[in-house]
């Protein structure tokens, strides 16, 4: 099945800063990548995602970007905020289709 | 997206007991799925829960341990049978809207086992 792994574990960064998470993933059938958020006590919500046939996607401080053939997919966060504070995890499907595999989680701290 | 309700959303439960868990979408969807988040950890897949058939588990979880119902497109349910504490987890219901690969996940129910 697919394996997905995600760095750093936790990450620190000063508000305004930018912020990056990386993942790699092991199926390369995989071919849609979301990116969830987590706050402390609330279900995961899905931020933003990738499918294969892009390399790249942004939604206002946001962005995704995919490397297919290196199997790996990173996050990134502009300009970041208070709010941005949370766990965030990467996801990949495998051969499988729908059947999500998660990466580890990366929670981020920013510092006003 | 869906709405998607849950509940309940926290109990505390003795040992060797068995607690059902509900899982209701506002609109009707092909793909429900149970997770499983233990404290301080990823998201884990328990199983598919499959409409009209025996629900798809992953290597791991089997059914007798957690038996799952999905009686139409709008609603499951997950047991958690014979607990002991290692069940300790918040238990997540989430849908794929028909035809969409996206994942929306309900709010969760904590469950500790005392």
């Known amino acids: 099945g697919e394996n997905v792994e995600q760095h750093p574990s936790t990450l620190s960064v000063q508000e305004g800063d930018s912020a990056v998470i990386k993942c790699t993933y092991s199926?390369?059938?995989?071919?849609?990548f979301p990116w969830y958020k987590q706050e402390l006590g609330k279900r995961p919500q899905l931020i933003i995602d990738?499918?294969?046939?892009?390399g790249e996607k942004k939604d206002q401080r946001i962005a995704v970007t995919l490397n297919k053939t290196a199997k790996h997919f990173s996050l990134h966060i502009t300009e970041t905020q208070p709010e941005d504070s949370a766990v965030y995890f990467c996801?990949?499907?495998?051969?499988?289709?729908?059947?999500?595999?998660f990466g580890g989680g990366t929670r981020v701290l920013v510092k006003p | 997206s869906a709405v998607i309700s849950q509940k309940p959303s926290r109990d505390i439960c003795q040992r060797g007991t068995s607690l059902t868990i509900q899982c209701q979408v506002d609109?009707?969807?092909?793909?429900m799925f149970w997770y499983r988040q233990q404290p301080g950890q990823s998201l884990t897949l328990i199983a598919t829960?499959?409409?009209?058939?025996?629900?798809?588990?992953e290597s791991g979880f089997v059914i007798d341990k957690f038996p799952i119902s999905r009686p139409n497109l709008t609603f499951s349910t997950l047991t958690v049978s014979n607990m002991s504490p290692e069940d300790s987890s918040i238990y997540l219901c989430?849908?794929?809207?028909?035809?969409?690969?996206?994942?929306?996940f309900g709010p969760g129910t904590r469950l500790t086992v005392t």
């Open positions: 199926d390369s059938a995989s071919n849609y």
């Open positions: 996801a990949a499907p495998g051969a499988a289709g729908n059947k999500l595999t």
């Open positions: 990738i499918r294969s046939n892009v």
């Open positions: 989430s849908v794929a809207p028909t035809g969409r690969e996206e994942q929306y």
């Open positions: 829960a499959n409409q009209g058939s025996e629900a798809t588990y």
């Open positions: 609109s009707q969807v092909t793909m």
